[in-house]
């Protein structure tokens, strides 16, 4: 059974509207380090619109206002995935247009090509992406861990509720370190 590091929206135009994001790249960029030692497949998903945004309906409030700011087009430096956790030859790099990275991309497809049965969600914005594909894979039944430190949110006390009363009823949530040692301990045996 194959295990996929899934790193949500960690790019330039996310990270650059929030603060005090240096332990979390720090965190992350460690983590990314560890599962490619151990062989872990990674998948980065990021947000981007065509110009134009022809993927914009006007009952969808946030596409709208991004668009008003003129904000995460393709080719843009905000869309690229940051530079602290660049993807390697062989990474892939999915872009989605909704919230969730599941919705209307070929992520389920990749998945089943590489025999992943286990999701580890590591990502941005908890209480968005996160959460979305978090629910999502749920019910297409794949096993989902949380990297509860390796996610946040503008809101702390929201990143917190879904943690330990959403996520953790379903999910494992887990630290990076914890995730990290069970790794360590799988590859002694």
């Not at 790019?11 to 151990?38: C, H, M, W």
């Not at 393709?74 to 999915?94: D, K, N, R």
């Not at 989605?96 to 914005?125: H, P």
């Not at 297409?140 to 917190?160: A, F, Q, S, W």
């Amino acid at each position: 059974m194959a295990t996929v590091l899934l790193i949500l929206d960690v790019q330039n135009g996310i990270i650059d509207r929030l603060d005090n994001t240096e332990p979390y790249l720090e965190r992350l960029a460690s983590t990314v380090a560890f599962a490619r030692k151990a062989n872990v497949k990674i998948i980065y998903v990021v947000t981007a619109f065509r110009p134009g945004y022809p993927e914009k309906n006007v009952n969808n409030i946030s596409i709208s206002s991004v668009a008003a700011r003129c904000e995460y087009i393709e080719g843009q430096p905000s869309v690229q995935v940051h530079p602290t956790i660049s993807p390697v030859a062989g990474e892939v790099i999915l872009t989605k247009r909704r919230i969730s990275a599941f919705f209307a991309t070929e992520l389920d497809m990749l998945l089943r090509c590489a025999d992943a049965k286990s999701l580890v969600v590591a990502g941005l914005i908890t209480s968005g992406a996160v959460l979305s594909t978090v629910r999502q894979a749920m019910d297409m039944d794949y096993r989902v861990t949380v990297l509860e430190d390796c996610c946040m949110d503008r809101d702390e006390e929201l990143h917190r509720v879904l943690m330990e009363k959403v996520f953790a009823h379903r999910t494992d949530v887990v630290s990076a370190n914890e995730w990290v040692e069970k790794l360590s301990i799988q590859d002694r045996r």
